[in-house]
């Protein structure tokens, strides 16, 4: 065989620990189960990000460099261009190359589309004369139109996977192709049947088309019998939590957990349907498949919800499995990995050459072998505005502050330019409920050096931006950012 092919799915906003294939009690992921019982798949126990949201995220898998490496935190979310891009790797080393996102972030804009031939943004699709006819031509976009009407809103994961494999089968060389399918970020209302999956006893129009007909401000139209269904739609929505508007009960957070569960359970079936679309074409056995997140979700835990704010466990530790076909691969490993390894092992993989990183190692040969003694995560100044949009009065204060995290085997400090910090043995306390900063002063030390020796400065000013585009605006609105 020649060049391989690689596709990289980003499941938005899915944290580990929300995936069977991760121990969750509810089977969120049986097509995931399936694939790593095969012996060529690797499944990573301890993949961290290195940010908690989107855009900065994104940035450091795209240059393979930490947030103030690549400059991509706080107020700048623009690839450099002084930097070359994963896809336009890939380009250079003779692949065709696809790129599929919401836009909300990874916008071609800021660099995202550099070095890919094909490259869309979803929130663009909405009805006008271009969507009317392109329904004529588009089999993806027909298909997207009528799974909406009637199953309801995924955030155009379908449209995405569809065009995935509409654009695979139009070209016979080897090809590169990213996708972001973002159902499971918030709010969290999957389609039918998913959002009832893990919560049968939900109320809702059969179709979707006769939900819009009666939708509530929310956009939906459904109930849950002995539930305040304004406070679950708060906690859906909005940020109730952190805005100290009102403590949900158990009940409430285990509702808001299993639609989100269903979400991913959604995203799962779709990831199953492309596997299977690519084993018939005879190509699951030419294409390295690797299937990630770029951050998870709160749910409660440190007083937060979804991932504004903090480098806490809940956003920090996503899933990742390889399918490596040419490989034998280990079946799983407990290894520290960072999500900037992605950028050297695709890049081995299309060219055969490792570009050199500080802080990122290639994955090949998929074994279990240790790479990084630390892995680190970074957030830039973040301001309130997606929460005062919602809650005028949330004082932001403490929250919204640089933030830096490393981590070794055993320990994990968080330091914020403040001053303040923390220390955790995440291993035995995954949960971060008992902090060791005072008693571990020598632990501290230590990993505050390295720190301080390998991290950059990071921004100081948040993410201010004037979006003229209307349809930008009202994604970005929809997502609760703005």
């Known amino acids: 065989m020649g060049q391989p092919n690689i596709i990289l799915i ?23 189960e399936s694939l790593i019982e095969e012996d060529n798949t690797t499944l990573y126990r301890n993949a961290f990000a290195n940010s908690n949201w989107t855009g900065t995220s994104h940035g450091a898998m795209f240059t393979g460099r930490l947030p103030s490496e690549s400059g991509v935190h706080g107020g700048t979310q623009q690839l450099s261009p002084e930097i070359t891009t994963l896809p336009e790797r890939v380009s250079a080393a003779g692949y065709r190359t696809f790129g599929m996102s919401a836009g909300a972030h990874l916008r071609e804009g800021r660099g995202y589309a550099r070095g890919v031939d094909k490259f869309k943004e979803t929130y663009r699709i909405s009805p006008s004369w271009d969507f009317f ?21 995924d955030k155009k994961a379908l449209f995405k996977f569809e065009s995935l494999k509409q ?8 090809f590169f192709a990213f996708v972001n399918a973002k159902t499971a970020h918030h709010p969290y209302n999957p389609p039918r049947p ?27 139209r459904q109930r849950l ?9 708060r906690l859906s929505y909005e940020y109730p939590v952190i805005s100290d ?28 349907e492309l596997v299977e679309w690519l084993k018939e074409r005879g190509e699951l056995d030419d294409t390295y498949l690797m299937i990630t997140a770029d951050h998870g979700e709160y749910f409660g835990e440190h007083g937060m919800e979804k991932h504004y704010y903090g480098l806490y466990e809940p956003v920090l530790h996503v899933p990742l499995l390889v399918r490596a076909p040419m ?17 050297p092992t695709i890049v081995e993989l299309a060219s055969g050459t490792v570009p ?17 003694e630390h892995v680190f995560a970074e957030l830039g100044a973040v301001a309130p505005d997606g929460i005062t949009s919602h809650h005028p009065d949330f004082d932001d204060s403490g929250l919204g502050i640089p933030t830096q995290v490393v981590r070794n085997d055993e320990h994990k400090l968080i330091v914020r330019t403040d001053g303040s910090a923390e220390l955790y043995n995440w291993g035995e306390d995954p949960e971060e409920q008992t902090n060791l900063i005072e008693s571990h002063s020598e632990v501290t030390d230590t990993l505050r050096e390295i720190i301080e020796t390998e991290l950059g400065a990071l921004s100081e000013e948040p993410l201010a931006e004037t979006i003229d585009d209307d349809d930008l605006r009202e994604h970005l609105s929809d997502l609760g950012y703005m």
């Open 356 to 372: 050199e990183r500080d802080h990122a190692q290639s994955l090949v040969p998929f074994d279990d072998h240790r790479r990084h």
């Open 133 to 153: 006819s392109g329904l004529l031509s588009d089999p993806a976009l027909r298909r997207q139109s009528i799974f909406s009407a009637t199953s309801g809103p």
């Open 167 to 174: 654009w695979i089968a139009s070209g016979s060389e080897p």
């Open 10 to 32: 980003i499941l938005d906003a899915v944290r580990a620990d929300h995936l069977s294939i991760h121990g969750h009690e509810r089977r969120t992921t049986p097509h995931l």
């Open 327 to 343: 490989e034998t691969p280990a079946d799983e490993t407990d290894e520290l990995v960072s999500l900037t390894d992605l950028y």
């Open 225 to 233: 019998p002995n539930a305040d269904w304004n406070r679950l739609q």
């Open 194 to 220: 998913h959002k009832s999956q893990f919560c049968p006893e939900l109320q809702r129009p059969k179709y979707q088309f006769i939900e819009e007909l009666g939708r509530d401000t929310y956009g939906e």
């Open 245 to 272: 508007e009102f403590e949900p009960t158990e009940r409430e957070w285990d509702i808001i957990r299993s639609w989100y569960d269903g979400a991913i359970h959604y995203l799962d079936r779709r990831v199953g």
